[in-house]
């Protein structure tokens, strides 16, 4: 009996010494693992919180030391890899309108026969009508609608109305035949870029049954060089005496292989035996209205090679005022227009008036 009672206590007292063992354990692991803990992580314990907006905080789950570089399309990432100065944010999108000015202005038409460089609107787009025949307008193109007009082509409809001329054309009879035009060959002229060739078709007939036909259309002076004098060679007209004043002609004639052009007017000086300057023409004769002396400054001519001309009037006052002598020439320094170099002429005559009163007209043909 006493012996089963000690072997109780016995046991008793050995789970109370485990018991104790296990906790000293179970301490001994919780101090460890607190020694174990960083300074950093000590410190951050107590430190204070800063709020983070949801926006900035990294969604990447790559290590925080580790650039993360996004995904760019392929133009986007070889602007990212040549700068680094972060490319402002793209603004509207915008559509360029197209330009004409690169191209150049698209072709004209001579429409009503008028191809002097004086006349301020020589060719246009969009006519209504074309005339043909510039001498009586006996051949006309008349209500022109157009479909395209390009650079290099322009197409419409409208009628072909044509003189008969029976029995003769100022009693004669317009014929009027539908046409589909289409204009063609362009030229550059002094007047810009013009078509220069018309091909007509005549669904219903044309003049004398004709299915279609091809005409050429009157257009402005092609550029040149300027003549130089070294070029062209004068000839002097025999004088014509209509009164106080006295007028010659004198042409131009083209003796180089090269075609070229005259506008305007020429100097003109008259030179005494001594070869000095006497009188220097004006341009224009305000002073002889009844003389033929023509002052359109921007008339175009051109001389083609080995053989063109243009010429000029030369008006002087031929009668002296009372009691003047009036000086006389030996010869003439002769400048073609827009020219530097000079022709020397053989003149002899004499110029009156009070200043002398000489001048020349613009050149034509």
Not at 92 to 114: F, I, Q, R, Y
Not at 154 to 172: E, F, K, R, W
Request: proline content about 12%.
């Amino acid at each position: 009996m006493d012996h089963n009672v000690d072997v109780r206590k016995g046991l008793e007292e050995m789970k109370r010494k485990v018991v104790g063992v296990a906790a000293c354990v179970a301490m001994l692991a919780i101090v460890s693992l607190a020694g174990c803990s960083s300074p950093s992580h000590q410190a951050d314990a107590h430190a204070p919180t800063t709020s983070v907006p949801a926006a900035s905080v990294p969604t990447t789950s790559k290590p925080v030391n580790e650039t993360t570089v996004p995904t760019l399309p392929p133009k986007a990432a070889s602007a990212a890899t040549e700068s680094s100065t972060p490319a402002p944010p793209p603004g509207p999108t915008t559509v360029a309108e197209p330009s004409t000015s690169s191209a150049g202005p698209l072709p004209g038409v001579v429409a009503d026969c008028e191809t002097s460089s004086n006349a301020a609107n020589v060719t246009t787009t969009d006519p209504t009508q074309i005339i043909m025949a510039c001498g009586d307008g006996g051949e006309v193109f008349q209500g022109l609608s157009w479909t395209s007009w390009g650079a290099s082509s322009a197409s419409g409809t409208g009628q072909l109305s044509v003189n008969d001329c029976t029995p003769y054309c100022a009693a004669g009879t317009f014929h009027q035949f539908q046409a589909s035009v289409t204009l063609t060959s362009v030229i550059n002229s002094i007047k810009g870029p013009v078509f220069s060739v018309v091909n007509v078709i005549y669904p219903n007939g044309g003049p004398n049954g004709e299915a279609s036909g091809t005409f050429s259309l009157p257009v402005p002076p092609i550029p040149t060089p300027t003549c130089t004098a070294s070029q062209v060679q004068p000839w002097v007209s025999p004088e014509s005496t209509p009164g106080t004043y006295t007028f010659v002609t004198i042409k131009f004639t083209n003796v180089s292989s090269q075609e070229c052009h005259m506008e305007g007017f020429p100097g003109f000086d008259l030179l005494d035996g001594s070869g000095a300057s006497i009188v220097n023409a004006g341009r224009g004769c305000p002073w002889a209205p009844d003389a033929w002396c023509p002052t359109m400054q921007d008339a175009y001519e051109t001389l083609s090679a080995n053989g063109g001309s243009a010429s000029f009037p030369l008006v002087w006052q031929s009668t002296p005022d009372p009691g003047q002598t009036c000086p006389e020439s030996a010869s003439a320094l002769v400048t073609p227009p827009n020219a530097f170099d000079h022709l020397t002429l053989p003149l002899q005559i004499s110029v009156c008036g009070a200043p002398p009163n000489l001048g020349v007209g613009v050149v034509f043909s």
